[in-house]
């Protein structure tokens, strides 16, 4: 090594002393530096102590000293220029190569060396990804409020828009206009509860807590356009104890179409579109005659059950707990708007016809969700809406 | 109703052997839905036996007797000590009587083995039956003593047609005629192609008693009636010497029992029999305890009555009575008086038949909660025909069973009726169904139910005869306008006369009469049509914003709840409402389910306090509950009354009104709670408890749902802490800034609109009054003790209506306007009065800096001895930026000096050195 940085030294007095001169001196003492066996030897000791470099700072002080501006290659191929001409090519050549190879190995060890490192401090930096980091205390709707809009959605997709009405209703909107008529058994059917009279004295107020939300196909008959397609979710009250399918104040769900040329075979498509909707494709849907005071004719519909699709039915099968091995649920009522419906609204029964249906909100998530009991649905339990989080 | 099949065979002689579960299927699909079906009475070793002696065994605590039975002719002539030994507990019987013995190796209803055996120091070679043990009602009072002529030895399950099979219908209030074998049976025929015979078609022997049927007797008991309103066919018939311990046949017996009617007297007995198979109520007098001719009539005050069920009922001058010359004798198709009851002594029989008013009827059930059979059939609705018919089958079964004379003829009271006849074009029924079902097939069908039609071509009919025409012409004052029928004269079409049998009173439309051709047909013929989708608007604004709010809640880490709208008496106190607060009036029920909670609710925090705290008592004490519904607000000077509207025509607009006027208020509320931690501890470090500031910005959260600023200053109003009480609110306009009062006290501020362009005020609104809108923040320890929360609960309250009606009168969010020139931001710290609120501080410096003003933000509030007493520091974030140009430092600090003297003027905000 002294002898190579001895050399260079002189090269360089030399090269100032000549600096414009050409080099014609051929001195065979002063080129020892490019001989093919020290090039070798400093290519080893190059990829020697490349190799030895057991961190990043030794790979750096390695690559000084055999790559750097001092390293002896670096200084052996300045003195090419003192080889007769003839000569220069092959040393230029000759220490190219050799610098690229000690180039290439630097290279080598450096990213070897720095994937080395980046693992240790990486794996220095791990932490436990499985810690929970709930920082929030969970939100959630209410599925009964989920099923509501998801039922409605349904229809507003079919064109249906959405009605709403008042909970505390006139017993004209509850009863008479729904061709209740005084006095008629019909109204037994629904336990109503009765408001008071706001001035304390006593008889009929005429105001009910609405029984079901049909008086919003009142109001919707007597306030909107012709044809109508509207869906009305809402809280109906019944004077009625709970017990596992029962509340005082449950939702119900409505649907009524009015329009020219309706028949009873739109309200089976209705009720079928929903159904394939709800459920899936494929599940058949049956009507069987009953009696609502405002449709005419009337009728209950239950759908094939979702769960066993009517199998739990056949002898030896497995009983079924969501349809109780009968293979049909009763689903919803439903029927053609009774003409009386729409004389007591101001609309012409000769040239407008119509269907309605309704059915219970809870009894729908009940079926869909396998719930037992209705009454989690107003315990305000944080677990009961929390188990279904934002959508159903 | 539960019907027997073997009944329901003698008029609908269906194939043998029946599926139950056909018939089920069939009547159910005619529309008369079988709930339930049991087979009944399948008991072998049932013999008729004849008790030949009896030892009284006096050594017991209770009477026993060991009977002697023979159980064949040659018995009777055998020694009785030969014969079979039966241990028996009842007394209610004599040597000589007919019994239902069961022999040994029988097995009775319930699995009860009978064996041969010891008991009592007797042989016992069988059991001598009472009625429940054979499973046959509920009567264990005494043993069966069957007629003298019941054959002996002959099998009694057969002798009484035990065996049967009992349906139970749920029969829907519209089908009066259906609550009968008759109307059963008739449906049963229909389903099966069977013909069907009525059983009120009169009998020849029935015939030769009377004479015809209507024939009057001079010898029946006199009756008139004295209302035609209140009844309009009354029948008298009677039976003399008849003999009162005459026994009910078994057949007759068993069917009441399996119709669940109890067996008292042949006299009851045959009436209540005759009564389930036709449908016509009958009540029987004794002749001996009336007095003077009977009239129908309504009450007069003060009358009373001694009913049946041993209760004096004070009569309402709207009651239906039956009387003689001693007054009231019988509420009219609802329960008999007590002094003209048959007894056990009565042997002259008066036997009524009528046809009452069925609203009469069901008014008076009603009024005096008194619901019988009898008023259950009249209320839907009774054959007019039937009381002539049945008084006929009454007294000839009673003459036939209990011995007596028939008096020729009856009494017979009535008021002229019109039959009914509805006009319907023929193919309506197809317009209906949307099935081509043909003329010939709906005429069939109405053939059917009984129904007589005639047919002509004419204009189509109206379907809805019962309108009121002259309203209708006039229109003017319709709510709506009524669509007209399209002009332009339909040709004549086949047109159907229809005049409905006597038994279907509910029969009065077209659509009636098309219900009963489609469910005939089957409406699992029906096809399916699927939608054609009419072109809807979609969700409303109001409906897609209370969808957003409230999922805004819930993705903030609260749950959506539903409560009890019911709310007790206590709440009000509870919550610490001021004697005059709005929360105060409630809407009340009449008729409650639970005295304790008579009202409707008027807020929703109460509900959703006592969830709070069923949820921390469940053990989850870090709980926000939030949940969306009406309240109930009764309007200051309301109608006492909803008015009733006529239904055979549109409302005009002032009736809507006059029931509007009626009705409470009922806003939509969006109410929150909050306890213990909103942000959990952890791993992370400790948590955030919930406090009056979340409660205030979950409110916030709201109104930035609907793009509004809602706007905060203390308040102080229960249920909330006195000190962290907010009232939210909304400004009216942006450019009409309320005047700041001085420092102290509330002050109304005015924000700034947002960066991601929400609006301060909906800015269409005309009025420049500020919208109330709700409260937030921390409530009053005397509330969290009232319903047993935790320390420093929460809750928020705001009226959804009227943040929906601001977002609404606010219309579209404008677009903003982004500048890409790079924000110049200043950081201002002022020191102000520990009272003036940091609202009033911002609107300052919001009207101070000016349009280049982007954004102002709070990021420290300080206090401490440095700035003396009453003095806190709030240290603002200003950015600013220009539309049009990067800001120079001069510019920003102009804008920014500007802010804070804005400040100092208006709040005396001063630089913090």
Not at chain 1, 222 to 248: C, I, K, Q
Not at chain 1, 333 to 359: K, T
Not at chain 2, 504 to 521: C, F, G, H, K, S
Request: net charge negative; charged share 25%.
């Amino acid at each position: 090594m002294r002898t190579l940085a001895g050399s260079v030294r002189a090269h360089w007095k030399q090269a100032i002393r000549t600096m414009s001169a050409p080099n014609k001196n051929y001195d065979p003492v002063e080129v020892t530096a490019l001989s093919p066996e020290e090039i070798e030897r400093a290519l080893e000791a190059a990829l020697g102590a490349i190799a030895a470099a057991g961190s990043l700072d030794e790979l750096k002080a390695a690559r000084l000293a055999h790559s750097g501006d001092r390293a002896p290659l670096t200084l052996a191929r300045a003195e090419i220029g003192a080889l007769p001409p003839q000569a220069r090519a092959e040393a230029g050549k000759r220490v190219g190569a050799v610098q690229g190879q000690v180039k290439a190995a630097i290279g080598r060890r450096q990213a070897a060396l720095e994937k080395e490192r980046d693992e240790r401090v990486l794996i220095a930096e791990a932490v436990d990804v499985t810690l929970p980091a709930a920082r929030q205390v969970q939100g959630a709707r209410h599925p009964v409020s989920l099923s509501a809009e998801l039922l409605s959605d349904v229809f507003v997709a079919m064109g249906y828009e959405v009605a709403e009405g008042p909970e505390v209703e006139a017993e004209w909107y509850n009863f008479d206009a729904l061709n209740f008529p005084p006095d008629h058994p019909a109204r037994e059917m629904q336990d109503t509860l009765f408001i008071a009279r706001q001035d304390g004295l006593p008889g009929s107020s005429g105001i009910v807590a609405r029984t079901h939300t049909s008086p919003v196909q009142i109001r919707s008959l007597l306030t909107r356009p012709l044809p109508l397609y509207v869906v009305s979710p809402g809280r109906v009250y019944r004077n009625e104890a709970s017990d596992a399918t029962h509340l005082a104040a449950f939702y119900q769900i409505e649907g009524l179409a009015v329009d020219e040329g309706l028949t009873m075979a739109d309200l089976r498509g209705a009720i079928q579109a929903f159904v394939d909707v709800l459920f899936g494709a494929g599940l058949r849907t049956r009507l069987r005659p009953d009696y609502f005071p405002f449709t005419e004719p009337s009728a209950d519909v239950s759908m094939e059950c979702h769960v066993c699709r009517g199998a739990s039915v056949k002898p030896g099968a497995d009983p079924c707990r969501t349809c109780r091995s009968m293979g049909w649920i009763e689903l919803a009522g439903c029927g053609m708007v009774n003409p009386r419906v729409l004389v007591a609204c101001g609309i012409d029964p000769d040239r407008y016809s119509g269907f309605a249906f309704g059915l219970g909100v809870e009894r729908a998530l009940m079926l869909a969700h396998g719930i037992g009991d209705i009454k989690d649905t107003t315990d305000g339990d944080v677990r009961f809406s929390r188990a279904f989080g934002m959508e159903l | 109703m539960r019907v027997p099949l073997s009944w329901l065979r003698e008029y609908a002689p269906i194939p043998e052997p029946a599926d139950h579960a056909d018939i089920a299927r069939r009547l159910t699909a005619a529309g008369l839905e079988v709930e339930s079906h049991e087979p009944v009475g399948d008991i072998d070793g049932l013999v008729i036996a004849q008790v030949q002696a009896i030892e009284e065994l006096a050594e017991f605590k209770k009477p026993i007797r060991y009977c002697r039975v023979a159980t064949s002719e040659a018995d009777l002539a055998a020694d009785p000590q030969s014969l079979r030994g039966v241990i028996c507990g009842a007394t209610n019987f004599a040597v000589g009587d007919r019994v239902v013995l069961v022999l040994p190796g029988s097995v009775l209803p319930g699995g009860f083995e009978i064996a041969a055996r010891k008991t009592y120091g007797r042989v016992s070679e069988g059991m001598i039956c009472a009625p429940d043990e054979l499973g046959v009602g509920e009567d264990h009072a005494g043993i069966i003593v069957l007629a003298p002529d019941a054959p002996l030895g002959a099998d009694f399950t057969a002798y009484a047609g035990l065996r049967d099979e009992v349906f139970e219908i749920a029969v829907t209030p519209d089908r009066g005629y259906a609550v009968s074998i008759r109307g059963v049976a008739r449906e049963l025929a229909t389903a099966y192609g069977v013909a069907f015979s009525d059983p009120a078609d009169p009998e020849p022997a029935d015939l030769a008693l009377l004479g015809s049927l209507t024939e009057e007797g001079p010898d029946v008991y006199p009756a008139s009636i004295g209302d035609p309103g209140a009844c309009d066919r009354f029948v008298l018939r009677e039976v003399r010497g008849f003999s009162p311990s005459a026994p009910t046949p078994a057949w007759m017996w068993v069917r009441l029992a399996r119709c669940g009617v109890r067996s008292v007297s042949l006299a009851v007995d045959v009436t209540n029999y005759l009564m389930l198979e036709l449908g016509q109520p009958l009540h029987a007098f004794d002749r001996r305890k009336l007095t003077g001719p009977i009239v129908v009539r309504r009450a007069a005050a003060g009358e009373t009555l001694e009913t049946l069920d041993h209760v004096v009922r004070t009569l309402h001058p709207d009651d239906i009575l039956i009387t003689d010359s001693s007054g009231p004798i019988s509420m009219a198709g609802t329960m008999g008086g007590l002094a003209t009851e048959i007894d056990d002594a009565s042997a002259d029989l008066v036997i009524e038949g009528a046809h009452f008013s069925d609203v009469g009827t069901a008014k008076m059930a009603r009024r005096h909660r008194l619901h019988s059979e009898a008023s259950y059939r009249f209320e839907r609705g009774v054959d007019r025909e039937l009381p002539l018919i049945a008084t006929a089958r009454a007294v000839s079964l009673l003459a036939s069973l209990g011995g007596g004379a028939v008096v020729p003829g009856c009494t017979h009271a009535q008021v002229p009726v019109e039959p009914v006849t509805i006009s319907m074009a023929a193919g309506y029924p197809d317009a209906v169904a949307g099935v081509a079902y043909g003329r010939d097939t709906v005429i069939r069908r109405l053939e059917e139910i009984g129904a007589s039609v005639t047919q002509e071509v004419a204009a189509a009919p109206t379907i809805a005869p019962w309108r009121d025409q002259a309203g209708r012409t006039e229109g003017a004052g319709a709510a709506r306008a009524v669509p007209a029928k399209p002009e332009g004269q339909p040709g004549p079409v086949a047109v159907l006369h229809v005049t409905p049998p006597s038994w279907r009173p509910d029969l009065t439309d077209p659509a009636d009469l098309a219900e009963e051709v489609i469910r005939l047909e089957g409406y699992e013929e029906l096809p399916v049509r699927m939608p054609r989708a009419p072109a809807g608007r979609g969700l409303t604004a109001a409906q897609k914003l209370l969808r957003s709010a409230s999922r805004t809640l819930a993705e903030s880490g609260i749950v959506e709840v539903h409560t009890d709208p019911f709310a007790p008496v206590r709440d009000a106190d509870s919550l610490g409402l001021a004697a005059d607060d709005e929360r105060r009036p409630a809407v009340r029920i009449a008729n409650p389910l639970s005295e304790d909670e008579p009202f409707l609710r008027t807020t929703l925090l109460p509900g959703l306090l006592r969830a709070l705290a069923r949820n921390v008592g469940r053990g989850f004490p870090d709980v926000a509950l939030y949940e969306s519904g009406l309240v109930f607000r009764p309007r200051p000077g309301a109608l006492g009354r909803a008015p009733i509207l006529a239904t055979d025509r549109g409302p005009t607009a002032p009736e809507l009104a006059s029931l509007a006027a009626a009705l409470p208020d009922q806003p939509q509320h969006i109410g929150a709670v909050f306890a213990g931690d909103r942000e959990l501890p952890g791993w992370w470090g400790p948590g955030q408890a919930a406090t009056w500031a979340d409660a205030i910005e979950a409110a916030r959260a709201v109104a930035r749902a609907a793009h509004l600023q809602l706007q905060v200053r203390a308040a102080a109003r229960m249920p909330w802490h006195p000190g962290r009480c907010a009232e939210l609110y909304l400004c009216p306009r942006a450019d009409d800034p309320p005047v700041d009062p001085p420092a102290k006290g509330g002050a109304a501020p005015l924000s700034p609109p947002g960066p991601d362009g929400t609006k301060p005020v909906p800015s269409g609104m005309r009025t420049t009054a500020e919208v109330h809108v709700g409260h937030a923040g921390e409530l009053h320890p005397r509330v969290i003790a009232a319903y047993g929360l935790p320390a420093r609960a929460c809750a928020m309250e705001l009226s959804f209506t009227a943040l929906a009606e601001a977002a609404q009168a606010a219309g579209k969010v404008a677009g903003p306007t982004l500048s890409s020139y790079p924000v110049a931001t200043q950081d201002v710290a002022l020191v102000v009065g520990a009272a003036v609120p940091a609202a009033s501080v911002e609107a300052a410096l919001v009207t101070g800096a000016g349009d280049l003003l982007e954004e102002v933000r709070l990021f420290d509030v300080y206090t401490g001895a440095q700035l003396g007493e009453d003095r806190k520091s709030l240290a603002y974030t200003l950015r600013f930026r220009a539309p049009d140009r990067t800001l120079t430092a001069a510019e920003a600090s102009a804008a920014r000096d500007a802010a804070v003297a804005e400040a100092g003027r208006r709040v005396g905000a001063v630089l913090r050195g």
